[in-house]
Structure formats: C-alpha cells, structure tokens
C-alpha cells in the first residue's frame, strides 16, 4: 500500500515535471536562480573566492575574462539572504564592471562596453546545428568580450544584435565552442562539433548507460560520426585501428569484404545491436552438392547501414559477463541512431568512388616463361643424374629441352590477368529524416550502396531502409519500435578457390597466375583453351553466380516508469530475420571441374535470431553518500534456421535455374533445419559511495538447450571496482590532473559452441553407397558417438586492471588497461584414444590464457588558435597467449616448447644464404644432414646453438602474433576545412608469404609447368642465377629435416603501416548560399582516399589480407579507393 | 491509478512465463538415433552398408566423421600407392610433385613417421582406419544384437559375412602397409575406453587369426552370389581367404591347403577372358564388364563424376596420363588419350627395367604405352631424358571426362590360377604339380607367350620365380605387388634391381603420434615392423 501511494503522488506531478524539465529548463533555472536568496560572510577574502561560493549557492557558472578584472583582489563581504544581483553588486562594487545573467551564466563584463553596444549593432539571427543537422537547444550565443548573448529556442533559433565585425561564441555543453565573425550576412548557420573528451561521454554498457566517469571496467568506444562513410559497406570495415584492444584485420577487400574482428586476441565477438542479439557471421547461401571454389568471404551485419549507427562499444572485460555465455570472445554493443527533440531534419549524402587496385603479381610472359621452364627442367636433370654440380658426372649433353628455341621466338603473350581485375565503384547515397517533439520521435533513413569489384563477377548492391519510433503514450510509459529492411544483392565472384581439390577448384585469379602466357584465349576450334584441369580464366567471366539476401529487423520495446526516476522497467522483444537465395549456373560449354558439363544450383537459406527481455532497474541517491543502480533481468534467446537446396545437371542454357523442370538431371534436393534455445536470468548492481568508489557487480545465469539437465545451467559472476582517485582531497594538489580513476575488474564468461553433438545421433554417412553401375543405392547413417551427459560450458575468467585519466584541462584524456583472461574447460571435439570408432569426441579439457595491454589516448594539441584545432587520437594494443594445457591426446612435435607454449607459434630452421655452386659458403654444420641438402641451390640451415650440427635444438620458434596493433588519427580544421588522416599498423607479426611459396622451381621443372611471376626471377639455379636468393631445385627432392621442421624461406616480417583514411572536407553554411539558405542550412563537401599508401617490407602483395595457402595465394587484389561526396542538411 | 496494477500485473506474467524451465531439450533434426535406428531388416542392411565405405571411389575419401581417410581404391590413398608405386614396377618420379609423391615412389617411407591426422594427398595416413575398423565392430556388435523377429537368424548372419568380409580385408590391407597393428575385434569392447587405448602390436600369428576368423565367417554365411553387381559374395570371400592363406602359410600350417581348397570351389565358374586379338587389352574395357574372368570388380558407372553421391568413379586415367598428352598427334590422328586428353600428371608409371623384364612377344606389353605426341609440339619416347617413366594404358581412356567408366578389378581368375600354383607348389615338399604348370602356362598362353621352359618348372625355386615374375607382368597396377615381393622375400631385392635404389622399411612406419599417444595411455606401440627374413632380403639388395 506505501508504495502505490507513493506511486500516486508523484503521478500528480507528472505533467509538470515533464512540462518543465526541457522546455522550460533554463528559463525556470534563470528564474529561481535570480530568486534564491545568497548567504556569504567573509573577510578578507577574494573576488575569486566569493564567485566560486555564489557558483556553489546557486549551481551557475560565472564567465569573466581575467584581464578585466583581478579576481585575485581581496575584499570584505557580508550578504544574508540576499538574492543574486543584490549579491553580484556588491562584490563588484569598487570595479568598473557589471553582469549581466543569461541561462544558467553570469557574465562579468565592463559597465562601458555592456552598454554601448546595442546602439550600431545589427540584428543577427540564426540556427545552431550539430553535425547531423540537429538543431542544438539551448546553446549560449555570446558576443565575445561582453555579457551580451543569448540562448538557442527549441528549434535551436536565436537572434541577437551584434555590432558588424564582432565575434560570437557559441558553446554548448559536449561540443567544441565555436568563435564566428559576423559580416553582412544577417542569417546565421552554424555548426557545432561534437566534443569526444572523456569526462561528460554516456558510456552504453551490458543493459544500460552509464557516465564515463564511472565506469568501472574496460570499454571502448566508436563514434562511427567522424570516421568516413562513403566507401564502407559495413560497420567493421570502419573499426581497424579505432579501439584499444580490438584487433581489426581486412580480410578481403571484394565487395562487402570480410573484417575479422578479435577483442584482445580471442574469438568473433558476439553483436549486440539495441540489445538484439545478432549473428555475427554472414549469411551464405552454400553450394549444396555441387562443388564450387570459395570465393565469398563477406562480413556480417550486411544489413545494417554504418549511417545509422550512432556508437559502438566494445565490452573487453569483466563488462562483457552480464551477457554470460557466448560473451567468452567480448561483446560489441552497437547502438543506432534516433530522433531527437527538434525541428525536421533531412540529411542527404551522396558519394561516389573509384576503387582501383593495388599492383598485383606479374606473371611471367612467354619468353620468359619457356626459358625459365628449360632452365628449371635442365636442372633437374642434371640433379636426378648426379651431373655437375650435383654429383661428379659430367654433364652428357643428353638433355632435352622442354621449349626449343623456334618456339620461344614464336611464342605470343596472352595477359590472363587482364582479363579478370579491373577497375570498380562505388556509389554511396544515404537520407535520413529526423525529428520529433517530447511525446513523438522519429528518424528514419535509406541506404543504396552500389559496389562494382575490382575483380570480373564481382558486385554488390544494398538497399536498407531504417525507422527508429518512440512514442510517450503515457507519461510512464513509452514504446519504441525499430525497424530495418535491407536487401543485399551480390554477385559472387569466382576470383579465389583452392579449398577441396587443389587444382580443380580454383579461383580466376589464380588460374591467371598459372595459365601459361603462350596459350591463346581461343584455340583454333574457337573453343575457349584448357589448361591441365583448371578453368580458363578468361571464360571465367561466364560463370553466373548471385546471392541475394533480404532482412528485416525489428525491435519492439516498452520502457514503464514505476516510480519515476527510481524503478522503471522494460519489456523487449527483437527479431533479426535474414534469408539468402543463391543461384548460380556454368553454362554446357564451360570447362570447369575437369568437365563439360551444364550445372546449377538453387539455394535458399534462413535464419532467425529472437530476443525476448524484459528488465527492472532501479536508481536511489542515499543522502550524500551513496547512489545505487541496479538492473535485473530475464531472457529468452532462440536462433533458428532451415536450408533448401537443389542442384540440377544438364539444363538449357537459356532457361537454367529459372525452370529446373526443364533440366535433364540428375537432380540433388538438399535441406537442413536447426534451432538453439538459451534462457537467462541476470542482475548488475552499481554502488557509487562517497562519488569516490564505485562498485559493480554482476551475475547471470545462463541455460542452454544443448547440454544434458544436469549440465543446462551455469553462473556467471562479475565484480568491478573503481577508485575516483582524483576526487580525494590528497590529490587536490595536482591542478594538471582533472581527473584519474584506478579500476580493477573480475568476471567469468562461457561458451557453448558444439551445437547438439552431446547427443547420441546418428547421420547420414557423406558418401552413398552404388552398386551395379551405380543404379542401386544405399544410405547408411552413421554413429556420431555415444551421448556425453558430463559435458558443459567453456569458461573464461577475464581480469582487468586500468586507469582512466585527464590531464591539462583536458586537454589530454585516455586509459591505460592490463589484462589477463584463462580459458579453462575448453569444449572442443577433440582427439579420442587410437581405438575409439569416433576418431573426436566433444570434451571439456585444457587452459590456456591471454594477457596483454591496451591503450588510448587522445589529445587535444591546438584548440581555436587563429581558427585552427588539431586534434589526435591513439590506440594501442598487444597480447599474447600460452598454452598452459593442452587436449589429452595433442600431439607434440620434437622441437615443440611443452610449456607455457605462445598459442602463435611458428617453428622453423632458418635460412642463413644459399649454398652456391663449388659449396664453398656451406658450413661444416650443414654436412649433419643428408646429402640432398648438401647440394647447391639448398638454403643454409643456422646453427643456432653453434655446436656444429643441425638438429632439432636449431629450430626456431617465432610468435607469428603482432607484437603491438596501432591506431592513429589526428583531425585538422581550420575555418571551414577539415582534414582527417587515420593510419593503422601492425609491428613485429611475422606471415607466409604464398607469393614466394608459388615463386617455386618446383612449379617450373615439370613437363607442362604453369606460369611463376616475375618473383621466380629470385630463384637460385645453377645455369643463369647462381646468386638467386630463393631455393633451387635441390629443395623439392624432399630432404627430411630433423624432427621435419620447415625451413623459413617463405615467412617474413609482415609489420605494416596503412594509411586507411585521408578525408578532406569543406563546409558551407547554409546562410552564404543566398536564397537557398532558406532551405540548406548547410553543406559539405568532401574527398576521400582510403588505403592511400601501405608501408611494408612484406613482398607479397599485401601483408595484411588474406592470402590464401599453400595451394591457393590468390586472394583480391588489395584496392585503392577515391571518393568523393556530399552531405546536405536542410 | 487503476493501470499501474495492470501494467504490473502484465509485467510480473510476462516474468513468470519467461522463467520456465521445462521444455527445454535439445532440437535435433534430421538425424536419427540409437532409439529408433536401425529397426526394421531394411534399415539393418543399410546400417550394414557402411563398411563398404573404405571400398568405394569417390572424391569424398573418408568413412565420416573425424579423421579424413582415403578409400582403398582411392589412388592418392589406395592401394596402387601402397602396393604398386612403392613396388618395383614403378620408376622414382623425379619429375613429378616432389615431397611424399616423390618418397614413395622411391619406396622411401622414412618420413611416415611424421604422418599427421588429417587427409594428405602426398603423405596419406592409413593409420586412422584402425578407428573405422573399430565402427565395423560396432556394426557387428549391433547386428548380432538384432531382434529376431525384425532379423531374422539367416538373413543376420548373411548380413554379418559381408559386414565380417570387409573388416577381414580392412585388417588384411592395414597389415600389409603397417605389419600387424592393435584393432578393436570384440564388439563388447567398442565403447570400454581402456580397451581403446590397447594399442600395443598383436603378433603377426594374432593378427593373421583374425582375419582368418573374419574370412571364414564369411565363406560360411555371406550369399553365394548377390543381386547387385560390385557387392561382395562368397567367390570374392574365397580369393581373400586364399590371398591371406597364401601370405601367410609360411608360419600357420594348413593355410596352403586351405588356398588350394578354395581354388578348387571357385574352380569351373571362371574362366580366363580369352576373346580379341589382344585379350589382356581388352580385358577391363566398359564392353567387357564382369567377363568370365572377373570374379569381383567395383561397379563403375560412367555418368559418376567423383562427388559423394554419385556412386562410384574410375579416376585411374587421371592419375596415368601425363598432364601435356594431346588427344590428337603431329600426323592428326587420335592418340590413346582421345577423347580425355591430358591427366592430372603421371603419378603412376611403369619403370623401363620393369618394362624391358617382360619377354618379347608378350601381348600385355600393348597395354604400356612407350611413346606419346605433348602438347609442346613433340614425341617422347624411352630416349626422352626427362620423362621417369612409360604410360599405364590398362584401364584405357574410353569417355571424355576424367571419370571412366571401366570397373575397377578386385579379383579375377588369372590371379587365383597363379595363386593356386604358387600354393600348390609352397604346399608340396616333392615334385611339381602339373595342374601348377598348367595354370601358370595359361595365364601366359593368354599373353601369347609359350609354356614356361623347362628350367623354370625343374625346381621349386626356379618354379617360384617364374610364378613371381609371371605375377608381376600379370597384375601389375592391380594393388598386389608389394604383397607378392615381400611373400618371396625379394622386395628389397626387387627394388633395388629395377629402381635403383633400396626401400628403407619392409612396412610402414607407424606416425609418430599414435606412438606417442600409447606412450601416454603407458602402452609400448613399436612403431616398426618386419618380417623373418627383410634383413637378408635388404642384405641381398646390392
């Protein structure tokens, strides 16, 4: 009964409390400010001393400018309830100044300048945007000097008389103040810009927000704002380099490219968009039976148009355990845009690139190409023969050339890569509208993007449409519903392959790279020409291949405000829903998979992510000591999903996939279904004691369907702290430092990544059994094993120790974090004993950990000088993981470290030179191995330990990991110019360079030898190149190293330094443009340039994106993009 | 204030609703599970039908699950690459792929030992099937448990042969690459997980027991014949009796006459396939499929294309031809390659020394081909000096694609006739049988070649000889020549003679990390194995 009494009173003062607290916000603050009644006694005292106490009494900020007045002058003052101008008077009594109350402000100025002002001014008006076009409510317009000013209406308009020539300050709180000369132009845009320090920033947080000041645990944030949109397809090709801790590589560079994305070294973070739970991987069509190079490597979150979204957070510690299981990798919590109070926003923006490649390898021409052929074979012969200088034979002249001069000199080039990279674009056009008054709020946006590759079949093309709706229906109650719709369509290129059969299967690219230059594009039978068993390149194009994917969003959410401001709740559901049709189909004259033959593939695939939450929170200020915030909640999680596919055979080249009917067949129809299920309950409770101490703590309880009853449910706890050092009076000293807090956090989260596999089931076998002639047909199911009811969750424990801090005024602000997180109970199907008839089983086994460090620092070099601001950013990262336990039957090999083992390691012999023709740089210590790597041509393995021999103690290990990930931006502007220049690096990461692997004499000698790039030119060989840097022939006679450990030829240091982005912008306000300012309120102009320059020593072709393995090296070409847009705000 | 009861009320069900716990089981679909499969006699059969997994040719090489594993006939995997390439028939392929291709053919199995887990082309594990020797034991175990009234007593037990069938010849091929190796044998012990880490080597009299067992069961209870054509019956159950008999009758006496039992019950339903100008060449041809002489072949459809479902395909051109061969020569006539033209590259070969072995005359020759027109516009022929080796033209090029329709030979009638006289002749401490003679002169008479001379029917060692080399120009790339050479004891001699270099095991080693992972279950897994007798036969290789 107390408490709906409560509830009933305060409803009463619903309405006015609303009415009250934006519109009329600073009015009635002015108003009860020149009301309230100041007491001071003081003797002997300052100026200064007295403001900061009527500052106290009256909670408003007193502006002055120091070469006025001396503050420092001390003076006498015995007030008693007086109000603030009685006040104000006298302690200005005695100085030639008066002051003049605006807002919240009060302004010192000189009683001359306050008053003649207003006779030659002119009236001025205007409006005050943020960057987005935002009218800004409530901002201070000040003509600098005096007390003269005014503030922004709802609409963010204002007007004040200025005299021509005067400068006008406009601030507002969380954006950079802006200084502005007025001229004739009476009508006013401007443009705030917002302010990143550190001190007033709303961190999200799992379930919440939470000021920056008090943020107990390691989070980093992303304002997508000021990072350059016009090339970007999706939200993680916007995050290399821009979070501490957050390990960002390309992994391809083909339309809506793939970024792998690591939280401080671990797994693909889980995505949390406006708390739905989202897939983190792409959602791909498969190619059923039908076996086909992968090429597709494109990134998650496809839909979601990195316009609309408004930050991005990364949980990186004990943050991340109030979402519990499948938080083990880190979370990214990504909030998008909404409507705000204010007048009609619309913002378009157009964009336009040129997408160019990087120079790619050079494969060889025909000349070049046969001449290196005869040599390579010639040296094999001499080898296999024991013929000068591989053994004591003379050399016979018995050989017989692979290419014999008259057709070398014949011998035409045929480029095949020309015929399968090219140029690309992109056009980018984004609108948004938004808007809303206090009950109603709305932002709404469309995307197109349109992506041409650089590589022949390659493409993609997205609409999204997105509305984000809150509506106050009540006063305690408000709902909000997102939506988003996108479709994506992609054309799928067939540029990168290699995966199953090392030859048959590959991509364009590579089959460029191996066509030999002499063959023609057609033959004489007009027939595109065959290479061995791989597709011709150039006929490539001819493979039709589309994936197109739809989805929707939506977002449903009731906030309820219990007892206001103290207990509210909030009731969400959210569905991500996506489906993919894919078709794609090789014509009946297209050689391909060592065939002729017509085949295709009609795929469709779905999948469904819900979440269903419902969450109380409550705030409480105890007296002056504490401020408590809990939140607990519940939740339900499904993920379903089904599959549909269908391969024909023998179909009409016209009508293809369009009627299979029509298709002779065989026909294989394939489908698949799923569903996971995950229920929680959780709570986080945050205690702010003394605003010295903050403490929270969190738990969820987890259950998964996956596990047996026993083993559903885990815990998973947290505890953070954070020590606001800078708020105790021991520090008051260190004027320098604004602020410093020390912080320390503890959490555990788990992983159940193993699907149903606990159960007993049996499958289908992957093979059918035929009999006669294949026309009678079994299908066995087989056992995957017996159900493991013991098995359960993977656990992390992540501890983390930090400091936040900001220096200079803020002018310097960022952190600092150490961690550690162990991973125990690792859920892996893992090697059973010899015997067992399940050569995995899924077990519980292992410890392994992270540890490592992070930094961000921004700063503030050059504010407002002369109208020039230069402002930088720094990220920094490093970790490393060992493995402390390995799966009961892991394997070691000799020359392995067996404990505290780097997770990365890579183990080598390493080449110190090449043994040359009389082996006379051979050192004694090479005559240990056998005599096939005694011979020219093979590299000189180090003795590391220098006892004369080679054995396994000689082999190397490297931590191919990056010894430390950089992020660096720095923002100039000056008046109406910007430049933005952000670079990242990765320094000390070592990486096999494929290039070289395919640069290989092996590739070269054989009968028929596909084509080597201008690499190969490095090859050691005993006729034309005895000082060639890269092994011969000798190398390929498969000499067993001790404990066969590689010889490092083919890794280097892939360190690297991009610059990602160079933006150039200029901006126009709307009121220069004339009459059209009455409809622009401003315009921006821009170019951009990303991936501009690459500083590296790695030779392949980029040190960064995935390239391949072994077989296969040829991945996209790395690209080069111009862009140039415009951004209009009306 | 009516509504803040309902809002709340609301809120504490949706609460109450969310916070269930029951129904909460895992959705499994589209699998079945030891509850409901296998039950019905149909289901058994297919259940069954998972041994023949290592047995059949398609791209997807493993039986499923965990470790990828070639199939017997697989040639990166199979039994051509075990028994024929590492053989003295086949010359070192020096200009081939290098790395594990190159070992082998060099009958080099030093580096086996670092043979991982996983599916490698170049460096293939046969290891791993002892896991899959392992599921058919379970398969045993649940069909011997089958209910009587789904299954009945006859049709189990013709069920049980074929599943006992094809784990004998599992066994059978993993102890002739590796020597006798530990198996999982008694169904009971399928999921006793000390029993899984019992991984120590049977003796070789342990080992050859089982198989026998496995055989014998089968010669009792799998169909005389069956309906399908490629599926094993009782005939091929007697020539893998009496292939095993044959290896081993040297230690466990009354194997020889048991192989001479079992020649006598095939005796009168094969013949050798005699018709043609060149019988041999003609002999597994698409047009001669399951002849008189083929007692058990793998049924090859030409419309296979090597994908999993697709039944069975016949990839051996592929891995014969060289990878610049034309379909057309200098002249404009069709080479041997038409319509397929190139291969992959010439993985398999026959070495000169092994082709100039033959006698002259013999029409089995015609199936080699000697000299070949490429694609850079030239001849190669045996004065080529960087071609290793000639061309296997015995399973011929008929179709376009690389998937031919020619069955693939598991057991035909000129083998059994040499292995009834090798028997025959092992068995007997007097004179030669003239049945022997006979059987070996016609599988000659066949190739066109006369009646054995006299000096090689006056003595039993003169007599062997003959009978080892007739099997060689017989039955080479028929995945049985290292078995044979290590049965003389001549493997290291043979090698030698005809490669020019010495093999460094009689077996396989095993890979490193099973002896590693016995090591840890405290088992000694002796990694090598030989026979009585390698050391001399190695000694004699010079």
New interface residues.
């Given amino acids: 009964m107390k408490l709906?009494d409560s509830?009933?009173k305060r409803?009463n003062n619903y309405l006015k409390g609303v009415f009250l607290f934006l519109f009329l916000f600073s009015v009635s603050t002015a108003i009860q400010a020149q009301n309230q009644k100041i007491t001071i006694s003081q003797k002997q005292t300052t100026i200064l001393s007295v403001f900061e106490e009527i500052e106290k009494q009256t909670n408003m900020k007193i502006a002055y400018n120091e070469k006025a007045i001396d503050v420092n002058k001390s003076i006498s003052i015995d007030v008693t309830k007086k109000t603030l101008p009685e006040t104000l008077s006298a302690v200005l009594k005695g100085t030639n100044m008066t002051f003049k109350i605006q807002g919240k402000q009060i302004m010192i100025v000189p009683i001359m300048t306050a008053n003649s002002d207003e006779n030659i001014a002119r009236k001025y008006s205007g409006t005050v945007i943020d960057e987005n076009g935002l009218s800004i409510i409530g901002a201070n317009i000040v003509q600098k000097g005096t007390t003269n000013g005014t503030i922004t209406d709802t609409e963010g308009k204002f007007s004040l008389s200025v005299p021509i020539g005067s400068i006008l300050t406009v601030s507002y709180i969380g954006y950079i103040t802006q200084e502005i000369k007025v001229d004739n132009h009476t009508n006013l845009q401007i443009t705030l810009v917002e302010d990143a320090k550190s001190l007033s920033e709303v961190v999200v947080v799992g379930y919440g927000i939470m000021n920056r000041k008090n943020v107990t645990t390691a989070i980093s944030t992303v304002k997508p704002e000021n990072i350059s949109k016009a090339a970007v397809s999706n939200v993680s090709q916007m995050l290399m380099g821009r979070a501490a801790g957050l390990t960002a590589n390309l992994q391809s560079p083909q339309p809506g490219g793939d970024v792998s994305l690591s939280i401080r070294g671990s797994g693909t973070p889980v995505f949390v968009i406006d708390g739905v739970m989202m897939p983190s991987g792409s959602l791909e069509v498969g190619t059923g039976?039908?076996?086909m190079m992968q090429s597709i490597r494109r990134g998650g979150l496809a839909g979601l148009n990195p316009s609309d979204i408004e930050s991005i957070e990364i949980l990186k510690d004990a943050s991340a355990a109030i979402y519990g299981i499948g938080a083990a990798n880190g979370v990214v919590l990504i909030t998008t845009k909404n409507g705000s109070e204010g007048k009609l926003n619309i913002t378009f923006e157009s964009n336009w690139s040129a997408v160019k490649n990087y120079p790619y390898l050079k494969p060889l021409n025909s000349q070049d190409y046969m001449n290196m052929a005869n040599v390579f074979?010639k040296e094999?012969?001499l080898l296999?023969?024991n013929m000068y200088p591989y053994g004591p034979n003379t050399y016979d002249n018995?050989?017989?050339p692979?290419?014999?001069p008259h057709?070398i000199e014949a011998a035409q080039t045929t480029n095949w890569l020309d015929y399968v990279i090219k140029n690309g674009s992109i056009s980018n056009q984004n609108i948004s509208i938004s808007g809303g008054n206090k009950t109603f709020k709305y932002y709404l946006s469309g995307n197109y993007y349109n992506h041409n590759g650089t590589v022949i079949n390659s493409g993609m093309e997205r609409l999204a449409l997105r509305t984000n709706i809150s509506a106050q229906l009540?006063p305690?109650?408000r709902l909000t519903t997102i939506v988003n719709l996108n479709q994506n369509n992609y054309t799928n290129s067939s540029a990168k392959g290699g995966n199953?059969?090392?030859?048959v299967l590959v991509g364009s690219l590579q089959n460029a790279l191996a066509y030999p230059p002499l063959l023609p594009i057609k033959g004489n039978d007009g027939k595109y020409t065959?290479f061995?068993?791989r597709s011709n390149p150039a006929d490539m194009a001819r493979m039709n291949d589309r994936t197109q994917t739809d989805g929707y969003y939506v977002n449903f959410a009731a906030d309820?405000d219990?007892i206001k401001d103290m207990l509210s709740?909030r009731?969400m559901y959210g569905s991500n829903k996506e489906n993919g049709n894919r078709d794609f189909y090789l014509p009946s004259d297209f050689y391909f998979?060592?065939?002729?033959?017509s085949r295709g593939h009609l795929g469709y695939t779905e999948r469904r992510n819900e979440t269903?939450e419902?969450t109380v929170s409550f705030k409480k200020q105890f007296g002056k000591w504490a401020k408590v915030d809990v939140v607990a909640g519940?939740?339900?999680y499904l993920n379903k999903g089904q599959s549909l596919d269908v391969d024909y055979e023998n179909a009409n080249d016209v009508i293809a996939g369009d009627n299979v009917s029509t298709a002779n067949g065989?026909f294989?129809p394939e489908?698949?279904?799923?569903?996971?299920?995950r229920?929680s309950?959780f709570v986080r409770a945050s205690v702010d004691l003394l605003d010295n101490y903050v403490i929270t703590s969190t738990l969820r309880r987890d259950?998964t369907?996956?596990f047996f009853p026993d083993k559903?449910y885990a815990l998973f706890p947290s505890v953070s702290i954070a020590w606001k050092l800078s708020n105790e009076s021991f520090m008051k000293n260190f004027k320098w430092l604004e602020m410093f807090k020390l912080r320390a956090s503890y959490g555990q989260t788990g992983l159940d990544n193993l699907g149903?596999s606990m159960?007993?089931?049996?499958?289908r076998?992957?093979?059918?059994?035929?009999?006669?002639?294949?026309?009678?047909?079994?299908?066995?199911?087989?056992?995957?094993g017996?159900d493991y009811p013991n098995i359960t969750w993977e656990k992390t424990i992540m501890k983390d120790i930090g400091v936040d801090f900001a220096l200079f005024n803020n002018r310097v602000w960022g952190s600092f974090d150490w961690f550690r997180n162990d991973v125990t109970d690792l859920l892996r199907?893992s090697?059973?004993?010899?015997?067992?008839?399940?050569?995995?089983i899924p077990m519980n086994y292992g410890h392994y950990y992270r540890r490592g460090w992070d930094a961000t620092l921004n700063s503030i070099n050059i504010e407002n000088k002369g109208e020039f601001s230069w402002r930088s950013l720094l990220t920094l990262s490093h970790y490393n993981a060992f493995w402390i336990e390995r799966e009961?039957?892991y394997?070691?090999q000799e020359y392995q470290i067996r404990n505290n083992e780097p997770m990365s390691a890579y183990y080598s012999y390493q080449q110190d030179g090449i043994i040359n023709i009389d082996k006379s740089n051979m050192p004694e210590s090479q005559r240990s191995l056998p005599a096939e790597a005694q011979q020219p041509g093979f590299p000189i393995i180090k003795d590391k330990n220098n006892d004369g021999q080679i054995t396994v103690d000689d082999v190397y290990m490297e931590n191919i990991i990056p010894d430390i990930t950089i992020g660096l931006g720095n923002t100039f502007s000056y008046k109406n110019f910007d430049l933005d220049i952000f670079l990242y690096g990765q320094f000390g990461q070592m990486r096999s360079n494929y290039a070289l692997n395919w640069a290989s004499a092996?590739q070269l000698?054989?009968?028929?030898p596909r084509n080597n790039t201008d690499l190969s030119f490095n090859l050691w060989n005993s006729q034309t190149n005895p000082n060639g840097t890269l092994p011969g022939i000798a190398i390929?006679?498969?000499v067993?190293m001790p404990g066969?450990a590689g010889i490092n030829y083919i890794v280097q240091d892939a360190s690297f330094v991009r610059i990602r982005d160079i933006t150039f912008g200029y901006n126009i306000m709307g009121n220069s443009l004339g009459n059209f300012g009455r409809y622009i309120r401003n315009i921006r102009l821009f170019v951009n340039v990303q991936n501009p320059f690459t500083f590296t020593k790695f030779t392949g072709f980029d040190p960064e994106i995935y390239q391949g393995n072994g077989t296969s090296m040829a991945e996209h070409p790395m690209t080069r993009t111009f862009s140039t847009g415009a951004k209009i705000n009306f | 204030m009516k509504k803040i009861y309902l809002y709340m009320a609301i809120l504490s069900s949706a609460i109450m609703l969310w916070s269930c716990e029951n129904d909460f089981d895992p959705k499994i679909y589209g699998t079945l599970n030891p509850t409901n499969y296998p039950s019905t006699a149909a289901e058994y059969e297919s259940f069954m039908m998972i041994g023949y997994l290592p047995f059949g040719t398609t791209n997807v090489y493993y039986m499923g699950g965990g470790y990828n594993s070639f199939s017997w006939y697989i040639p990166p995997g199979g039994t051509f690459r075990m028994f024929d390439q590492t053989s003295d028939n086949t010359a070192p392929w020096e200009y081939g792929w290098g790395s594990g291709w190159l070992l082998l053919s060099r009958a080099d199995f030093s580096q086996c030992v670092f043979n991982g887990r996983g599916l490698s082309d170049s460096s293939p594990n046969q290891f791993t099937k002892i896991a899959e020797v392992s599921y058919l034991t379970y398969v045993i175990g649940v069909l011997e448990k089958a209910p009587e009234e789904i299954l009945p007593t006859e049709k189990k037990n013709a069920l049980l042969g074929e599943a006992r069938l094809l784990r004998g010849i599992m066994a059978y091929y993993l102890l002739h690459v590796y020597g006798p190796v530990p198996l999982i044998w008694n169904p009971d012990d399928v999921s006793v997980e000390e029993k899984l880490k019992e991984v120590e080597r049977p003796t070789l009299d342990q080992m050859t027991q089982w198989i026998y067992d496995d055989f014998d069961f089968a010669l009792q209870n799998i169909p005389e014949t069956q309906k399908e054509r490629g599926r094993y019956n009782r005939d091929y159950a007697r020539v893998c009796m009496m292939r095993h008999c044959l290896n081993e009758g040297y230690h466990i006496s009354g194997y020889y006459q048991k192989a001479i039992n079992m020649y006598n019950e095939l005796k009168g339903k094969y013949s050798l396939f005699t018709a043609g100008a060149n019988p041999y060449v003609d002999l597994f041809k698409v047009a001669h499929k399951f002849n008189s002489e083929i007692i058990m072949a793998i049924s090859v459809d030409p419309n296979a294309d090597g994908s999993a479902q697709n039944g069975n395909a016949n990839p051996y051109a592929y891995y014969m031809i060289p990878d610049n061969a034309t379909i057309k020569d200098d002249a404009g006539n069709n080479t041997p390659f038409f319509p397929m033209g190139a291969g992959w590259g010439q993985v398999f070969n026959i070495s000169r020394k092994f082709y100039d072995s033959f006698e002259s005359g013999d029409k089995r020759l015609n199936a080699i081909i000697t000299r070949y027109y490429t694609n850079g516009g030239v001849w190669r022929d045996r004065n080529t000096t960087n071609w290793d080796g000639f061309i296997i033209n015995k399973y011929p090029v008929e179709s376009a694609t690389y998937f031919q329709g020619t069955d693939i030979p598991l057991a035909r009638w000129a083998d059994v006739l040499l292995m009834y006289a090798e028997a025959e002749v092992r068995n007997s401490n007097s004179a030669l049988p003239t049945a022997a003679v006979t059987a070996v002169n016609d599988v000659r008479a066949r190739a066109g070649l006369a009646a054995l001379p006299l000096s090689a029917t006056s003595s039993k060692e003169s007599f062997l000889d003959a009978i080892l080399a007739e099997r060689g120009h017989e039955l080479w790339y028929e995945g049985v020549r290292k078995i044979d050479l290590i049965r003389f004891n001549r493997y290291a001699q043979e090698v030698f003679r005809k490669k020019g270099v010495r093999p460094t095991h009689q077996y396989m080693p095993l890979p490193n990390y099973a002896v590693e992972a016995a090591e840890s279950y405290g088992k000694n897994l002796v990694q090598t194995y030989e026979r009585e007798g390698w050391q001399a036969d190695l000694a004699a290789a010079r």
């Fill in positions: 709906s509830i009933k409803s039976h039908t076996e074979n094999n012969y296999v023969n018995k050989w017989t692979s290419f014999y057709q009540f305690f109650l199953t059969w090392s030859d065959i061995q068993n309820v219990i709740a009731l998979f060592s065939m002729y033959k269903v419902t519940m939740g339900r065989p294989y489908s698949g279904r799923y569903a996971n299920e229920r309950q259950g369907d996956k559903k149903s159960y007993s089931t049996y499958t076998a992957d093979q059918y059994v035929k009999f006669s002639e294949n026309t009678v047909t079994y299908i066995p199911f087989r056992l995957n017996p199907n090697n059973a004993p010899l015997l067992s008839m399940t050569p995995t009961p039957e394997y070691y092996g000698y054989m009968d028929n390929l006679k498969t067993p066969n």
